[in-house]
Structures are given as structure tokens and as C-alpha cells.
């Protein structure tokens, strides 16, 4: 009679192989792309009537990224890092100038009245702009507008505007509106 040899019990290995899957899935950590934060308007109502709005020539800062990653904020090509000041000078202001954007006293619900930019940014950029540069571009914007509603939340409330609460941040949001316009790439090279 011929031995029979043992079999290895391969019952559990299953088990095995599904908790080290478990264990792998539970303690690895995911990486998470991040993006820009931008949060569009909302649809207009289809029975909505459009209309024209004018924009005075002077509340409008026209900032431009060719293809080569070059910007031009205004009529003046300056360099990224310059570019934040740039934007706060022009939304508020300072001395009145007539070239920059007007001011208007508008009634915010829960603060009173308040003089408020009229200004807008516009962005353009060339479909050759890098990704990086055009990025870069985004954060010195919304940076200098976040730099303008930390100033003005520390003169009316002692605080940034991080740490206030959801009601004082609507307020500080519309007395330093984010006006970003942003046109749609052109292909300048070839023309």
C-alpha cells in the first residue's frame, strides 16, 4: 500500500490574504490632489432678461500671461512677485487717483455703510501659458485679496479674517469683493 502524503490545509489562507488587504487599504494614506478653490456663479434663471453692464475703463485692471510666461499688469510688464502689491494698490485706492477704480458707499447688512472698490481684475492668458506661471498668477490675486480682507477685518473687528466668525466674514466678503474675470485663452502665437 503506498503512503499517502499530507496535504498542506490551505482553509485559511484566504482569511489570511483578506486581512493583510484590510490591514494594507486601513493604514495607507491616499494622496490628495489639490486645486484651485473657485466657486462659480450661479445659473442665471432662463426667463432672466441679460443686459449690458458697462464697466467704467478705470475700475478694470487688465493683468495678461503670454506664452513665453510673461506678465503685464496694466500697460506695464512686471514680475510675479510684484504683482500682489500691484492689485492692492489698485482696488484700494489710496490717494484717489483717477485712474484707478472709483469707490461707491453701499449699506452692508449688519456693519452700515461702507466704501467699496468698484474695481475688477481681469485675467488673460495665451492657450501657451504654463501651467505654472497661470497658477502662480491665480495665487498672487486671490493672495492680495486676502491680504485686503485680513486688513480691513483687523481695523473693524481686531481680527484676521480667518478667525471670524461666518456672519463677520460675509460682511468683510462684501466689503472687499473678489472681482476676478477671467477670458477665455487666445492663440496669439498664431497669428
Same mark, same amino acid.
Given at each position: ?113 461702507? #466704501?467699496?472698490?468698484? +474695481?475688477?481684475?481681469?485675467? $488673460?492668458? *495665451? ?5 505654472? =506661471?497661470?497658477? /502662480? @498668477? ?15 477685518? #483687523?481695523?473693524?473687528? +481686531?481680527?484676521?479674517?480667518? $478667525?471670524? *466668525? ?5 460682511? =468683510?466678503?462684501? /466689503? @472687499? ?15
Amino acid at each position: 500500500m503506498a503512503k499517502k502524503t499530507p496535504e498542506i490545509n490551505s482553509s485559511s489562507t484566504a482569511d489570511i490574504a483578506f486581512l493583510l488587504l484590510c490591514y494594507f487599504l486601513m493604514t495607507t494614506t491616499m494622496n490628495q490632489d489639490m486645486g484651485l478653490q473657485r466657486r462659480l456663479p450661479p445659473m442665471p434663471d432662463k426667463n432672466q432678461k441679460v443686459e449690458d453692464q458697462k464697466v467704467n475703463r478705470r475700475n478694470i485692471i487688465i493683468v495678461k500671461i503670454n506664452s513665453a510666461d510673461r506678465l503685464l499688469a496694466g500697460n506695464e510688464p512686471i514680475h510675479v512677485s510684484q504683482l500682489r502689491d500691484k492689485i492692492k494698490e489698485f482696488l484700494t485706492n489710496p490717494a484717489n487717483n483717477p485712474d484707478l477704480p472709483e469707490k461707491s458707499e453701499i449699506d452692508i447688512e449688519g456693519y452700515g455703510p461702507c #466704501m467699496v472698490s468698484k +474695481g475688477v481684475i481681469s485675467l $488673460q492668458n *495665451d492657450r501657451g501659458t504654463s501651467y505654472q =506661471a497661470y497658477i /502662480a @498668477v491665480q495665487n498672487e490675486l486671490v493672495g492680495a485679496i486676502n491680504e485686503l480682507r485680513d486688513d480691513w477685518s #483687523m481695523a473693524n473687528y +481686531g481680527k484676521k479674517y480667518a $478667525q471670524l *466668525d461666518e456672519d463677520r466674514q460675509a460682511i =468683510a466678503r462684501k /466689503a @472687499v469683493p473678489q472681482n476676478i474675470s477671467e477670458a477665455e485663452p487666445k492663440d496669439i502665437a498664431k497669428k
